[in-house]
């Protein structure tokens, strides 16, 4: 008898709450469908799950952007009690950690925020934006004027972390490293920057490179992970 693949019965969910506008629901069922393959090292339905889940992420982003609100917290008084579906940066003497746990109690609450982290200025007067997953990932960028951030530079300081995530995935790897090792690699780094669209292709092509790729024994190693309550 044959029995049905279960990544197929997540992407006709998937399908229909991304036709219903519910983008917070597919992104999540995206994220489920995507390890669930990973585990199974179904790597084609892994790049097939890549287009629901971008997406499904550029309708998150794009309605947070869209309220031109960002709610700017550096202690807990800062963030409201019912938090809305905008943008949130978080500043000192949060750390990054503490954006992602608001992100996932967020999501969980059925919110779709849209959050970065800043650290201390830095002595050439820039702003470290920083994601975490299971990396961390690091990018200085140009403070706003007056250091009143609008939901422009907030874009463009998310588009610049992931474009960095991108370049510290692909330096990760050495050039006879599996491909499945690769694909882990962009893993490593989703929860750092979930709404960039080029990310999510650049892991889309890691999983295309990784189909029928021959298995491996070797155990993956990478280097020290950055401490994510650092400054």
Known sequence: MHLPNPVDEMMEAISVALARGLHLDAAISCRRALMFARNTNDFASMARICLPMLEAQRGIRLAALETKTIITAGDSTDIPTDPKSCCYLFAPNFVGVDARRFRAAANDAGIGAFVLTREPTTSKG????????????????????EHHPTTEWFAGAAEALGDQAIIDAKKASDPDDPKQWIVDDFLDRLDACPEHEKFIKALADACQRAINAPPTARKRRRGIIDDPYSF
């Open 126 to 145: 820039r702003w470290p934006i920083v994601g975490v997953a299971d990396r961390v990932v690091r990018v200085q960028v140009n403070p706003p004027e």
